[in-house]
């Protein structure tokens, strides 16, 4: 069967939508140009994802919710005008919301897949310090899982996708000093946390 | 912790842009904020500690193609546009087909005053047989 090709229209061309900033490509969109929100989404599949599958510890749920963060974007992107919330954010918002739904929905905590990161990380011959490794490791998992939510949030939004302060106050609609201040005070309870169970210099040392 | 806050968040925010990057010698940004290396001690390795711990993870490439699929669905194009950007060699002969048809139409509509303003020439008339 004869293959159509796409309508040539100006400024539609795979290597020009990906010239184009955010901004256009979400004007482009709003005039139902599928290509610019399929450009969008190229830009950031893989940090969306990433952030859910962090958020809820499995494939089957980060896909299912990844999906339904880009139909929904897809569905009122007419309604989105930027104001301030560049469109990155914007996206990181609905995906904020829909885990947390999930969270709610499922009504469970969140499960962060440290086991299977950082079994597959780390590589050790000695059985002793494989029982010291796993035992930091849960350490860590669990003082990570016990810090509230907005916590977690920003440890996700700086760790796994690598955002800026600037960024991740976009996104938690807060001023790049108030993220860096609660940075600030997640490490140090955090730290506190963790040495109530073990040294955590050695312990962060050997997981580095 | 350590100091008052405003050096250290900067510090924070500094330190853990370098250990992102994968810089391993953190000390010169210590010094930069006017942390001491002790109170960089007490925290950086936690931060390198966090770094493991959220190691991000990518969608498979199967899932990626699936959504962008969906997403995109079915392109619509109108009859002029599914013609437009259909070989030439396949307009052409698209082309001649309606144009035939258009003729041939036309004909059985009017008869013989279209044959005759197309060709200059009466149709000949059907031969009926005759009966004996």
């Given at each position: 069967m004869m293959r159509l090709k796409r309508p040539n229209s100006p400024q539609l061309k795979p290597k020009a939508l990906k010239a184009l900033p955010d901004a256009e490509l979400v004007e482009l969109a709003k005039g139902g140009r599928r290509e610019a929100f399929g450009e969008l989404y190229e830009r950031y599949a893989e940090k969306i994802y990433s952030y859910i599958y962090f958020r809820t510890g499995n494939h089957h749920d980060a896909e299912d919710l990844a999906a339904r963060v880009f139909f929904r974007a897809m569905a009122h992107i007419e309604s989105y005008t930027e104001r301030g919330v560049p469109f990155q954010a914007w996206l990181y918002r609905i995906a904020h919301n829909l885990v947390a739904n999930w969270h709610r929905d499922q009504g469970r905590r969140r499960i962060i897949p440290l086991d299977e990161f950082i079994a597959s990380n780390i590589k050790s011959d000695l059985p002793d310090k494989q029982a010291e490794e796993s035992e930091e490791r849960e350490a860590l998992k669990h003082a990570i899982n016990?810090?509230?939510?907005e916590r977690r949030q920003l440890l996700a939004l700086k760790f796994v996708d690598g955002l800026s302060n600037v960024e991740i106050g976009e996104i938690m609609d807060r001023?790049?000093?108030?993220i860096k201040s609660?940075?600030?005070r997640t490490l140090i309870a955090l730290r506190d946390d963790l040495q109530g169970s073990l040294g955590i210099g050695e312990a962060s040392e050997r997981l580095s | 912790m350590m100091m008052n806050s405003a050096p250290?968040?900067?510090f924070l925010t500094a330190v853990t842009d370098a250990v992102l990057r994968g810089e391993?010698?953190?000390s010169g940004i210590a010094r930069r904020?006017?942390?001491s290396d002790a109170d960089a001690e007490r925290i950086v390795p936690l931060i390198h500690g966090l770094k493991f711990a959220h190691k991000s993870e990518r969608p498979s490439s199967q899932f990626r193609r699936k959504l962008y699929r969906d997403l995109m669905g079915a392109p619509e194009y109108t009859l002029v546009e599914r013609v437009r950007y259909l070989p030439p060699s396949v307009q052409l002969a698209a082309g001649a087909a309606v144009s035939i048809t258009a003729v041939l139409l036309l004909i059985g509509r009017f008869g013989r005053p279209v044959f005759r303003l197309l060709t200059g020439r009466a149709p000949v008339r059907s031969l009926t047989p005759i009966s004996q």
């Amino acid at each position: 069967m004869m293959r159509l090709k796409r309508p040539n229209s100006p400024q539609l061309k795979p290597k020009a939508l990906k010239a184009l900033p955010d901004a256009e490509l979400v004007e482009l969109a709003k005039g139902g140009r599928r290509e610019a929100f399929g450009e969008l989404y190229e830009r950031y599949a893989e940090k969306i994802y990433s952030y859910i599958y962090f958020r809820t510890g499995n494939h089957h749920d980060a896909e299912d919710l990844a999906a339904r963060v880009f139909f929904r974007a897809m569905a009122h992107i007419e309604s989105y005008t930027e104001r301030g919330v560049p469109f990155q954010a914007w996206l990181y918002r609905i995906a904020h919301n829909l885990v947390a739904n999930w969270h709610r929905d499922q009504g469970r905590r969140r499960i962060i897949p440290l086991d299977e990161f950082i079994a597959s990380n780390i590589k050790s011959d000695l059985p002793d310090k494989q029982a010291e490794e796993s035992e930091e490791r849960e350490a860590l998992k669990h003082a990570i899982n016990r810090l509230p939510e907005e916590r977690r949030q920003l440890l996700a939004l700086k760790f796994v996708d690598g955002l800026s302060n600037v960024e991740i106050g976009e996104i938690m609609d807060r001023t790049e000093g108030a993220i860096k201040s609660l940075y600030h005070r997640t490490l140090i309870a955090l730290r506190d946390d963790l040495q109530g169970s073990l040294g955590i210099g050695e312990a962060s040392e050997r997981l580095s | 912790m350590m100091m008052n806050s405003a050096p250290m968040d900067d510090f924070l925010t500094a330190v853990t842009d370098a250990v992102l990057r994968g810089e391993r010698n953190t000390s010169g940004i210590a010094r930069r904020y006017g942390i001491s290396d002790a109170d960089a001690e007490r925290i950086v390795p936690l931060i390198h500690g966090l770094k493991f711990a959220h190691k991000s993870e990518r969608p498979s490439s199967q899932f990626r193609r699936k959504l962008y699929r969906d997403l995109m669905g079915a392109p619509e194009y109108t009859l002029v546009e599914r013609v437009r950007y259909l070989p030439p060699s396949v307009q052409l002969a698209a082309g001649a087909a309606v144009s035939i048809t258009a003729v041939l139409l036309l004909i059985g509509r009017f008869g013989r005053p279209v044959f005759r303003l197309l060709t200059g020439r009466a149709p000949v008339r059907s031969l009926t047989p005759i009966s004996q």
